[in-house]
């Protein structure tokens, strides 16, 4: 199985920083890379594919980089509606992965 | 558009079967590319994958689930539904569906999306 280690597990921010969210995956994904994004009481709603790729309604302010075995999800100014809990998953093999998750908070 | 709705039992008995179906509207099952997913959430935890079945009947599992789990496509319902035999009180959460439909270089490496609202499932003593 392909290991996704998120980091940092929680994040302290303020309205308006930039904030970034590691993945690393345990071997080579190539660019099967996606970003959930998940409000409590909430379905996951996808972010980004492919690493990179803005799905349709997302706020351009989010936005994935990496390749291989490194992967970040920033967010540039972050709006209230943005603390939520973030989860990367490798879609390069089955069994598919998770990571465990970042919860962003309000400082 | 595109809706998928888990349907099934809120409570279940340790050891009994849970039996969890998916209904998609909007976008057909037997369409090449398309894939259905089931992922769980324990309260407070992280997501977890448990199957996926594709438009062509080929079926994926969680290693640690297999020998518990049966994913089967009803294209002429338009459904999926997943079996999870032997019931303990750690397959308590949320169970959801989500639809994988990527065609090209990510045929059957797509991403989820949408994704059920999602449907609680506990055991009961």
């Known amino acids: 199985d392909i290991q996704m280690t998120q980091s940092p597990s929680s994040l302290s921010a303020s309205v308006g920083d930039r904030i970034t969210i590691t993945c690393r995956a345990s071997?080579?994904?190539?660019?099967?890379l996606n970003w959930y994004q998940q409000k409590p009481g909430k379905a996951p709603n996808l972010l980004i594919y492919?690493?990179?790729s803005l799905q349709s309604g997302v706020p351009s302010r989010f936005s994935g980089s990496g390749f291989a075995t490194y992967f970040v999800l920033t967010i540039s100014g972050l709006q209230p509606e943005d603390f939520a809990t973030y989860y990367c998953?490798?879609?390069?093999?089955?069994?598919?992965?998770f990571g465990q998750g970042t919860k962003l908070e309000i400082k | 558009q595109i809706t998928l709705k888990e349907s099934g039992p809120t409570l279940v008995k340790p050891t009994q079967t849970l039996t969890l179906t998916c209904n998609v509207s909007?976008?057909?099952?037997?369409?090449?590319?398309?894939?259905v997913g089931w992922i769980r959430q324990p309260p407070g935890k992280a997501l977890e994958w448990l199957a996926l079945?594709?438009?062509?009947?080929?079926?994926h599992y969680s290693p640690s689930l297999e020998s518990r789990l049966t994913i089967t496509k009803d294209t002429s319902k338009n459904q999926v539904v997943l079996t999870l035999t032997n019931f303990d009180p750690v397959d308590t959460g949320t169970y959801y569906c989500?639809?994988?439909?990527?065609?090209?270089?990510?045929?059957?490496?797509?991403?989820?999306?949408?994704w059920g609202q999602g449907t609680q499932v506990t055991v009961s003593s």
């Open positions: 989500a639809l994988a439909y990527t065609l090209g270089s990510y045929l059957k490496r797509g991403w989820f999306d949408p």
């Open positions: 909007g976008f057909s099952l037997s369409t090449r590319g398309a894939g």
């Open positions: 079945v594709y438009w062509d009947d080929d079926e």
């Open positions: 071997q080579d994904i190539g660019n099967y």
């Open positions: 492919a690493t990179s």
């Open positions: 998953q490798q879609s390069f093999s089955t069994p598919r992965t």
